[in-house]
C-alpha cells in the first residue's frame, strides 16, 4: 500500500481520476477534522470545499491519491477492535504519511517551505488572558500523553504521538498567541510527537522580577476534549521593588548613622563637661575602687630561689684536690716534674716556676706537660700574678680541651666570671663545660649555673631549653623538679604570664610533692595568676602561701596582693578589708618593700594611714624618693606610682599649694608619654585655678595676684581638647578666671601685672580658639581673627541671641567673606530678622548663604539641604507659597536625603533635616494652597504609595482628590483606610467625620 504527494494539477492530469482525487481528498481531510458517523460520511466536491474554513487550499490542488483499496470508510472503532497489531501499525504509518502530506500540502499553498518549525493555523491551541493568569488551551484528544519540560525562560510541551495535521486548522496565526505572561509560542514536529515552544513574558527594566520563574496548574476538560494549562509568575520581588528596598535600606542607615552621630556628639559633650567635674574631683579616688584606669598597679621580680649552692665550681684555689699525675722513676722528666711538685707543696712557688722553666727546656713532649702548665698557673696565682695565671688557664682550656687541667682551668675561669656578675662569660663558659665533658656528674650543676644566668638576662628560652634538658637528664629528683619550677620563674621574670602559669601547672602535675615544698613556686603562681586577671584564684593562692609559710619573707607580696584584690570590690566591706591588709603588710613585714608601697596606698584616704600634711611631706620626701624596691620591685612605674598618689594625699590633707608645688615637681621627672603625666598637667592646672578663685572668692586680691606672678611660669594652663570639640567644650575650658584676676590687679593699682595677666589670657584663649586679636591687612590673618571672632559670636548667640545681638553684631562685622564661616555669619544675621519678623532680610541673608556656601560644596550636600529646607520655611513664613512650593520639590531631587546629619549650619540653630515625608507633605499641602488640587494628589498619593506620612497624607490625599473632582471610589476607600487606622489622631477623627457626612473640618484639612 503506498500514498503519493501531488503538488499541481499538471502533475495529476493524465494519470489519475479528478472525481477520485476529490473523494481521497475528502477522506484525508476528513481524518483531521473532527469524526462524524460513518453515516453522515461523504464525499465532497473540491469546489464545494468551503474557503472560510481551509482558506489555505487551492481549488486546483489534489491532496491525497493512495493506491490499492485503503478501506476508509472502515468504522474507526470496528478497525480498532480488528486489526491486527501489524494491520494497526500499517494503518498509523499510512495515516501519518496522509496528514504529512496533507500539511505539505497546505505549506506549499501557503508559500512556505518545508522546515522542523512550522507556523500552523491556530485554532486548536488558544489563549486567554485573566487578571491574575494566564490560560493556554489545547484541543487533545484524551487519549494523548504529554510531558511537560521547563528551559530557560520558557517551556516545552510534548504531545506524545501527534502531528502538525493532527491539530485542527483555522482561526489566527500562531504569532497572535501572546500576553503580558506568554511572549511567543512556536510548534515544532519530531518523531516523538509535535512539540510546543513557549517563551514567557516576565516584563522588562524594573518590572521584571529579580527571580523570574512561571508557576502552572494543569488539568483536562472531557467535552470538549482539550489540554487546559493556567500560567501565572510567581511571586517575588521584582528589579524595581529592589532598587526601592534598598533606597529606603540606604535611608534607614543613613538616618541610623546620623542618630548614632548625633548620639555619640551628645554624649561626647556631656562625657566632656563630666571630664572636667570628675578630674576636678581628686576624692573619687577614694570613693571608688581600685582600677586600672585611675590607679597604677606596681609589678614584683618573680621570688627566684638562689642556685648558688649547686655551683661545681672550687671554692677554694684552682688546683685544690687536682689529682696531679706522679712521674714514673728513671723517666727522663722525673727529677723537674717530682722537684716542681714538691717545692709547690712547700709553697716554694718561686724556686718551682723555675723548675718548670728547666722541665719544659728539657722535657717539651713530656706527658706531664699539661700538668705542669696547670702548676705554673697556680704557681703564679699565689704570687699574686692573677692576670698572666688567667691567661695560662685560658690557654690550657683552649689548647687542651677534654683533659683535666682544661676542666679545672675552666671552671675557676667560669666561677671568677660568675663572682663578677658577668652573665655573658657565665653562659659561654658554663655551656663550655657542660658541652665538652657531657658524660661529668656535675654537668646538670653547670647546665644550671649556665641557665641562671640566662634567667637574669632574660634570655627566657634559651634559659628554659637549659631546664628542660636537666628535668630530662638530672640524676636526682630534686634536681629535675627544681630545674622545672624555674622555668615558671623564667616565664613570669618576662612577664609571660600564661606560660608562666602552665609551667607552675606542669612542675606541679609532674613533681607535686616538691611543688607543695617549694615557696618561690606557690607565691610566684599566684602572682601570675594576679596579672592574668584571675583574681579570685590568685587571692585563694596567696591565702593557701601565708598559711603553710607564715613567716616566709616574701610574705609582704600575698598581703599585699591580697589587699589590692580586696581592693578593687565595690562596697565599705571590700574597702575596710583592704585597709586591714595594708596595715598587714606594713605591720608584719615593717622592712620590706611591702611596707612602703602599703604606706602609700593608705595615705589618700580614711585616717590617712595617721599622716597628716606634713608627716606625708616628709614620708614621700625621705622614703619614697629614696625607694629602691630591694630588688624585689620593678621600678619601672615607681615614679608615676609616686607622683599620682603623693599630689592626692596632699590634696585631700587639704594642702593645695604643697600638692601643685608636688605636681609640678613630679610631672617633670616622669615619662612624658605617660597617662600620669597627663593626669599630672591637668591637676596642676584644676590647682592653680582653684586656688586663685579660693583666693579671690575669699576677697584676698593681693595674695591672688602674688599666686598667680608665683606659679604663672611653671604651669600650663593649655587644656588639650580634642579635635572634634564642641562650642560648649571649649566655653568650658575658657581660663575667663584670668579676665577676672586681670580687673582684681587694675582695682589694686597693678596695672602692669593687670595687662600681663590679660595677654596670658589672651594666649590662652588663642590656644583654645577663643581667643580675639585685632585684624590685620595680612589675608591669613584677618582669615583667623574672622574665626576668632566667629567663634565668640557663635558662642554668644548660643547663650542668648537676643540679649548679646550688639555684640554678636559687632563680632560679626570683624568678619570678611573670604572666611570659610561666612555663610553662617549670614545665617545667623538671617535668623536674626526672622526673629524680627522681617521676612525680606531674612530670605535676602539666606540667599547670600547660599552663594557662599555654593562655592565650598555641592549643591546636594548636608550644608545645602539645611540652608535651602530653612529658605523653603521662610517663603511660607513670607506667604510666597510657590517659591516655597518649588523649594520643596528642589529639596527631594537628590538621590539621598542626608536626614538628621549633622551640618555646621546646625550649629548656629537651624533644624536639622527633617524626612523626606515632611517635604513632600509640606510640598502636597503648598500646592493645595495655591490651588494646585492635582499636584496636591500627585505628591499626597507619592507620599501614601511610600507608606509615608500616616494619617495625615492619607487624609490629604483623599481631599485632594476629592477637590480635584476625581476618582469618588479612591476618596472613600482613602477615608476608610484612615477611618480604620489604628493610629488616634486628627486626621483619622476628620477621616470618620467625612465618612459620616460631617465637612465641619473640612476647611482645616488642607
Known sequence: MTAHVALSDERVKGRHDPNRARNHLALCLEKILPRKSVSERKLLPLGEIDPAKFSCLAPSLLCILPGDDFGFMMNRDRMTNSMTKKQEAIHSSMRRSLQTALALALMSVGGLTASASLAVASSSVQLQTFKSHSRLEISLDGSVETEWKEENGGFALLLKGMTLADLSLGGSNLASLRDTRLANVRMDETDAGVIIHGKWNFGKGESLPVNPLMEKFSYREQSPSRLVIDFWPKAGVTVGETKKLEKERIHRDSILHAEGESKKKANRRTAALEAIAVSSDVARFCKEPLNEESDIFLEFVPFHENADAVSAGPVGPPDEN?????????????????????????????????????????????????????????????IELKAPAEALFESIRESSPGTPAALASALYLAEEKRRAGNDLQVIERYLWIAGHYPKHREVGNWRMLAAEALYRIKQTDRAVKEYEWIVANATTQAARADAALRIGDAYLFRSQYDQALAAYYRASVKFPAEFSRQPSAQINRGEALYWLGQLDRSGAQFTSFLKQFPGHPAGWRALLRNAEIAGRKPGQAAADESRTLFLDTVNRFPFSPGAVIARMRLIPCGDHGGFDARTATEFFKNETEKFDGQGEVRMEHFGEFRSAIRVRSLILLDDPVAALDSAIREKDEINRKSGVHAWLGDMERKLFRKQILDLLDGGKKFEAVQFFDKYAPKVNLSETLPEDVTP???????????????????????????????????????????????????????LKDSERAFTNAKAAWTQDGKKNEPEIRTDLNRMVDESPFAFQKEIILGMMSERDKKWASALSHASRAALLLGKMTS???????????????????????????????????????????????????????????????EEAELAGK?????????????????????????????????????????????????????????????????????????????
Open 859 to 921: 549643591d546636594d550636600s548636608v550644608e545645602r539641604q539645611v540652608l535651602d529646607q530653612w529658605t523653603a520655611r521662610l517663603y511660607v513664613k513670607a506667604e510666597n507659597f510657590k517659591a516655597a512650593l518649588e523649594m520643596f520639590r528642589r529639596l527631594q531631587r537628590p538621590k539621598v536625603v542626608a536626614q538628621n546629619s549633622h551640618a555646621k549650619a546646625e550649629g548656629v540653630g537651624l533644624s536639622g533635616i527633617d524626612s523626606r515625608a515632611n517635604w513632600i507633605l
Open 322 to 382: 687536682y689529682p696531679f699525675l706522679t712521674p714514673k722513676k728513671g723517666a727522663p722528666d722525673e727529677k723537674y716534674v717530682s722537684l716542681a711538685l714538691e717545692l709547690y707543696a712547700k709553697h716554694d712557688y718561686a724556686l718551682a716556676l723555675r723548675t718548670l722553666d728547666f722541665f719544659e727546656k728539657e722535657s717539651p713532649g713530656s706527658i706531664h706537660r699539661v700538668d705542669m702548665r696547670f702548676l705554673r698557673a697556680n704557681a703564679l696565682m699565689h
Open 728 to 782: 560648649d567644650r571649649v566655653a568650658a575650658a575658657d581660663p575667663e578666671y584670668l579676665l577676672r584676676l586681670s580687673r582684681v590687679a587694675s582695682e589694686i593699682g597693678l596695672g602692669r601685672t593687670a595687662e600681663e595677666i590679660s595677654k596670658r589670657y589672651a594666649l590662652e584663649a588663642k590656644k583654645l580658639g577663643v581667643g580675639r586679636t585685632l585684624a590685620s591687612a595680612d589675608l591669613d590673618a584677618r
Open 930 to 1006: 495655591l490651588g494646585r488640587w492635582g499636584e496636591s494628589a500627585e505628591a499626597f498619593g507619592r507620599a501614601v504609595d511610600g507608606n509615608l506620612g500616616g494619617n495625615r497624607a492619607v487624609v490629604g490625599y483623599a481631599l485632594s482628590l476629592e477637590k480635584a473632582g476625581k476618582n469618588e471610589e479612591k476618596v472613600s476607600e482613602l477615608l476608610k483606610k484612615a477611618a480604620e487606622s489604628g493610629t488616634d489622631d486628627f486626621w483619622k477623627d476628620l477621616a470618620r467625620k467625612k465618612l459620616a457626612g460631617t465637612n465641619a473640618m473640612e476647611g482645616k484639612a488642607l
